[in-house]
Nanobody
Framework: QVQLVESGGGLVQPGGSLRLSCAASGSIFNTYAMGWYRQAPGNQREWVARIGNSGNTNYADSVKGRFTISRDNVKSTVYLQMNSLKPEDTAVYYC????????WGPGSQVTVSS
């Protein structure tokens, strides 16, 4: 069964940092590249970052230089370190395989506001 559980979101001021975590079932984590995605109110879900099984990473232009994706293969967990946060980063953040599978986790709300 596919399981994805995101955590670590919250309210942060502009310029602040947050670290998101995603615990993924081993069947996903060991097979696929993993990605972070986000959906802001009124917008479609968009891709944010990707990490391959070998650790190679890619980022959307909007977060490049500010966000860092990483993975712990022992814990089957993927992380997203978010620095220099901006109000436009406000969204629900999801992890999934890359490209994404059909099932999604509940997501983690990130709100950047003063």
């Amino acid at each position: 069964q596919v399981q994805l559980v995101e955590s670590g979101g919250g309210l942060v001021q502009p310029g602040g940092s947050l670290r998101l975590s995603c615990a993924a079932s081993g069947s996903i984590f060991n097979t696929y590249a993993m990605g972070w995605y986000r959906q802001a109110p009124g917008n479609q879900r968009e891709w944010v970052a990707r990490i391959g099984n070998s650790g190679n990473t890619n980022y959307a232009d909007s977060v490049k230089g500010r966000f860092t994706i990483s993975r712990d293969n022992v814990k089957s967990t993927v992380y997203l370190q978010m620095n220099s946060l901006k109000p436009e980063d406000t969204a629900v953040y999801y992890c999934n395989a890359f490209p994404p599978l059909r099932n999604w986790g509940p997501g983690s709300q990130v709100t950047v506001s003063s």
